[in-house]
């Protein structure tokens, strides 16, 4: 009987954790995945660009 009302439980659960994180996300349009990774000036500050050690490459 114990394993069935957790098993309720954590089936009511769930689905309304999901339900009220994403609509959270879809709104918050400042920090969302597209708006980072399509901004140049931030892909700019964490690019680190590839330093070729000296003597390698030349000649």
């Keep these: ?3 069935r009302l957790i098993t309720l439980i954590a089936a009511l659960l769930l689905p309304l954790t999901l339900i009220l994180s ?3 996300t879809a709104q918050n349009q ?5 708006t980072c990774h399509t901004d ?3 892909l ?3 690019c680190k660009p590839f330093v ?3 003597g390698e490459g030349e000649g």
Excluded: D, L, R
């Design 30 to 34: 400042t920090s969302s995945c597209v």
């Design 52 to 54: 070729m050690p000296e």
């Design 44 to 46: 700019k500050k964490t």
């Design 22 to 24: 994403s609509s959270t």
């Design 1 to 3: 009987m114990k394993a």
């Design 40 to 42: 140049e000036a931030t």
